[in-house]
């Protein structure tokens, strides 16, 4: 088994962005077996398909490697690395771009909605993103891949691309990666409003507990969280009505590894008043670690570039092998 996993870089992660994504990427490095490989890689050239502030793209790149050291990724176990070390990536991607075909691009949703209306404004990385994210998995000869429902079609262009290729140029280069669907991951909503989804683009600092908080940042984030003045139910579903009680459930069962009927049951009959401070101690404890370790990787910035420059070699190695035969069976 080898998995490929490419991770948007961005900055300022919240406890939505952990319980909902990074915690199922550890959660799959630990269920490596010998012999499986894991590879998650920063996607900073994907990044360029719109536009970035070049020092932001740097800085929120190392930012969240460390965020991810921090969070349990062991870079002796997986393979952590930035895109853009790995030349092999643009490389092999436009190789495949003889292969995959306009209409199936075209097709993409994701490029329509990106695109909107203003299709020449657009950029060309925009149009082919696809195309590379096929290479990133392909370069690997990745047999699995962990997919979001929005990027289910990209992946099956990954295959399609794959099919084309082996069977154009008669070899059998690339298996066709699989897609990964990990446990269904919990989506947290906003401290201030059960409508809405915490995220680092809410204007108020209140509505999400972000990982580098301070323990008593998190403590009164979580004080001054929205609630009700009902006491918990024997069920979940006696909180359907209730948004922003079923979202504090919600966080202290993903913390706590547990299911929320089992927390909810815990907690009958018993207000927010008891409920809020038993959350901020499990928020702590769990947290806590996490952004001790974060914040000295953060004051050691080259310590996590020399990490990311490993990462990028042990890559290569996986890398070249394929890259070389791709060309050979182009003529090249
Ligand atoms: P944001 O909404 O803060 O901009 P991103 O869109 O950058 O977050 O998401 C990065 C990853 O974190 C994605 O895998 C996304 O599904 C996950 N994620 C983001 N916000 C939440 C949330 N509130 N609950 C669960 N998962 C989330
Ligand atoms: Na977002």
Not at 288 to 311: S, Y
Request: hydrophobic share 45%.
């Amino acid at each position: 088994m080898r998995i490929v996993s490419g991770i948007q870089t961005t900055g300022n992660l919240h406890l939505g962005n952990y319980l909902g994504a990074i915690r199922q990427w550890v959660a799959m490095q630990d269920t490596l077996q010998p012999g499986d490989d894991c590879l998650f890689f920063l996607a900073d050239l994907h990044a360029l398909t719109v536009t970035q502030d070049p020092k932001e793209l740097a800085r929120t790149t190392v930012e969240m490697a460390a965020t991810l050291i921090a969070a349990g990724i062991d870079t002796d176990r997986a393979i952590l690395f930035n895109q853009a070390r790995v030349p092999e990536h643009s490389e092999l991607a436009w190789l495949l771009g003889g292969t995959a075909r306009m209409g199936w691009l075209n097709r993409m949703t994701q490029w329509k909605d990106k695109a909107g209306k203003n299709r020449e404004g657009a950029s060309v990385g925009l149009f082919t993103y696809p195309v590379l994210q096929a290479a990133d998995v392909l370069l690997y000869r990745a047999t699995h891949v962990p997919v979001g429902e929005d990027q289910k079609q990209h992946l099956e262009l990954a295959r399609d691309v794959a099919t084309k290729f082996n069977t154009d140029f008669a070899v059998e280069l690339f298996p066709l990666p699989e897609p990964l669907i990990s446990a269904a991951a919990p989506r947290i909503m906003s401290l201030r409003d059960g409508s809405a989804k915490m995220s680092k683009s809410d204007p108020s600092d209140m509505s999400r507990i972000n990982l580098i908080d301070d323990d008593d940042t998190i403590v009164a984030k979580l004080r001054k969280a929205k609630s009700d003045a009902d006491v918990l139910p024997e069920t979940m579903a006696g909180l359907a009505e209730r948004p922003e009680a079923r979202n504090l459930v919600t966080i202290y069962a993903a913390l706590a590894g547990r299911g929320t009927d089992d927390v909810v049951a815990e907690f009958a009959g018993q207000g927010f008043g008891a409920f809020k401070p038993a959350l901020a101690d499990l928020t702590v404890a769990t947290l806590g670690p996490i952004r001790d370790r974060l914040t000295q990787l953060l004051a050691n910035r080259d310590e996590v570039a020399a990490e990311l420059r490993k990462g990028a070699e042990k890559a290569r190695t996986l890398a070249a092998p394929t890259l070389r035969a791709a060309q050979e069976a182009l003529g090249l």
